[in-house]
């Protein structure tokens, strides 16, 4: 299984990659919220949606795109968790 | 009747009545009246001539709607300023219609300070924090705190040294024209109160109408939202942020909104990646199409979603205020692709190249007449003139007409492209790739996307012996451009489809493609 901290560093990749196109690792705090800091708009939500998907073989219900789920690298940890069936304490590590 | 009159009349027959919902704010008529006379005192106060150009960024509602109404209150001309700009746009635009006051949210302040050394027209620059040392030291304008002129005590109603008139002008809406560089559509109060009366009208909005308002008020479809709400004493339920429409949706219940006004990717988007169908929506009276047709699947899907809801599909432009014509909802399925008949007070022609009309089934430029059209585009008169013919405003769509006199969208004649609820202008962003070293030619189309309705592809050549990668163009246009005019896709080519004079063929170029996985291939229960 796939530890959190290596969950944690892909969504980094991914986010900086796609949506903050190679900025400083610094450019992205895991508790900032995409929406307010302009990182996402709603395509932008969608494809990190079906990324999500993807890599972590999860899938999304349309009741879920929320931002409480989605918009924050921390929010996505703890959503991949629950949708894993881990337990929340060790989602941030 | 003025534009800035609507407000008056609001907050005089209705003073207690929530005007304005944003998240958990409420605001009443008088509360925005009262913030819209403190912006017009400040800038009488401030000794600002008829006909100044006052500039906004701001994405906060209560700030916009106040500084729309406080401006044309002061005899200022509006000119709402996109808020996803990059600074070369917002450089262009304040230069271009010389604003001599720019009202900032703080969120932008940093923006405006960048771009304010190099405009000599800037008097003052409104806003509350952030970037106050850079623009002392860049700029020899003077600064003011939008809170105080926003929330003073002097909120009896401005008296002006001159009356204002119906035909002087409210407001420049900037638009993105063939050429790259964006115009600013000069529209008078006449023009706007003509086009706000006319949709009241076929909407059948009244005071006790709540519209939920999603899209920006510094595009023409917005800002016809915003006036015609304001117009008719009914209330808006604002949240102009897509992003999460499962957010949208819980608000349009919590406040038992009556409309709701989008374009083909807000109902492509609330369909097929939303929860709309586990809501009802018991208050809902209508909902609102513009910018393109409505396909007769979305119809159908939309009809099925939102039982007994009465769908308007509606046309129109920048440059007529915005509307043009709108599809009666009874008409939706008997008139399937139909952008309807003129709206009341709107005579719609369609002519060929030598200004005669065309028959029945053929094709034709849409010419438009009626109070709503324009005085034309901010400095541009020969630009002007070129749409502003004795026939009428030549739109530049092709359309036909059925014996039934509904019309029917053909194509556009220029290669302006639809994303979202924006009009990209293609040569803007052929410009900026093609600055960058490794590129030799560049052409930038639209591609049919599920959602977006079209997202950008640049095609892409690149010089002899040189390298360069997808993802470098998209870090180049990301710099350089805002969000949305980045290229969703980016095909690099050996050379480009031309014509016998070197013209490059863009026909040649375009394919059904996406870059979001269609509806269905995504998760379900």
């Known amino acids: 299984m796939q530890d959190m901290s290596d969950d944690k560093k892909l969504i980094r990749e991914f986010m900086l990659e796609n949506f903050l196109f190679g900025s400083e690792e610094s450019a992205l705090a895991d508790d900032a919220s995409f929406l307010d800091q302009g990182i996402i708009d709603s395509t932008g939500v969608l494809e990190l949606t079906s990324w999500l998907e993807e890599t972590f073989s999860i899938q999304f219900f349309d009741e879920e795109m929320l931002p409480e789920n989605l918009d924050s690298v921390n929010k996505l940890l703890v959503f991949i968790k629950k949708k894993k069936g881990l337990g929340v304490a060790d989602a941030c590590l | ?525």
Request: charged letters at 20%; a neutral charge; hydrophobic letters at 40%.
């Open chain 2, 1 to 525: 009747m003025l534009v800035c009159e609507y407000l008056i009349r609001a907050a005089h027959q209705f003073p207690a009545k929530i005007a304005l919902v944003r998240g958990e704010d409420r605001y009443t008529y008088t509360q925005l009246w009262h913030a819209a006379n403190s912006v017009a005192n400040w800038l009488t106060a401030s000794h600002y001539p008829p006909g100044f150009r006052g500039a906004i960024l701001t994405d906060d509602p209560f700030e916009y709607i106040s500084l729309y109404f406080g401006i044309q209150q002061a005899g200022g001309i509006v000119v709402g300023l996109n808020t996803q700009t990059a600074e070369r746009s917002l450089l262009a635009t304040l230069g271009d219609c010389g604003a001599a006051v720019v009202f900032a949210n703080s969120k932008f302040v940093r923006q405006v300070d960048k771009v304010a050394a190099c405009l000599p027209f800037l008097k003052h620059m409104v806003c509350d924090s952030g970037g106050e040392a850079g623009l002392a030291a860049s700029s020899s304008s003077e600064r003011a705190s939008l809170t105080d002129v926003l929330l003073s005590d002097n909120v009896q109603p401005p008296s002006l040294p001159q009356p204002l008139r119906g035909s002087d002008i409210a407001q420049i809406i900037y638009t993105s024209g063939t050429t790259g560089t964006p115009k600013g559509v000069m529209l008078r109060h006449e023009n706007l109160v003509a086009n706000t009366e006319s949709i009241i009208n076929y909407l059948h909005l009244t005071a006790e109408d709540r519209g939920m308002a999603v899209l920006p008020f510094f595009y023409s479809y917005g800002n016809s939202v915003l006036l015609t709400h304001v117009a008719a004493g009914a209330g808006l339920v604002v949240n102009q942020n897509f992003v999460y429409p499962n957010v949208i949706l819980d608000e349009m219940q919590r406040e038992q909104v009556t409309g709701f006004a989008g374009v083909p990717s807000t109902f492509a988007l609330l369909l097929h990646r939303s929860a709309v169908r586990n809501y009802s929506f018991p208050s809902l009276r209508y909902l609102t199409q513009a910018g393109a047709a409505m396909a007769p699947k979305l119809a159908r899907a939309l009809k099925e979603v939102f039982p007994g809801v009465d769908i308007f599909v509606m046309y129109g432009q920048t440059e007529a205020s915005p509307r043009l014509s709108y599809l009666p909802p009874g008409d939706l399925q008997r008139k399937p692709g139909s952008i309807g008949k003129a709206i009341p007070g709107v005579k719609l022609q369609l002519l060929d190249p030598a200004g005669r009309s065309v028959g029945l089934r053929e094709v034709g430029e849409i010419v438009a007449q009626g109070k709503n059209i324009m005085a034309g585009y901010w400095g541009r008169p020969e630009e002007s003139a070129t749409v502003l013919t004795r026939d009428g405003l030549r739109t530049g769509d092709l359309a036909w007409m059925d014996e039934e006199g509904f019309f029917y969208i053909f194509s556009r004649k220029s290669d302006v492209i639809k994303s979202g609820s924006h009009r990209i202008a293609p040569k803007e962003i052929e410009e900026i790739i093609h600055e960058h070293e490794a590129v030799h030619e560049v052409a930038v189309i639209g591609v049919e996307d599920e959602i977006l309705g079209e997202a950008l592809k640049a095609c892409v050549v690149l010089k002899a012996g040189r390298g360069c990668t997808e993802r470098e163009i998209v870090i180049h246009c990301r710099k350089n451009l805002p969000a949305f005019k980045v290229p969703h896709l980016v095909d690099f080519h050996s050379e480009l489809p031309k014509t016998a004079t070197g013209k490059i063929c863009k026909g040649k170029l375009g394919g059904r493609t996406s870059r979001i996985p269609p509806p269905g291939e995504r998760g379900k229960p």
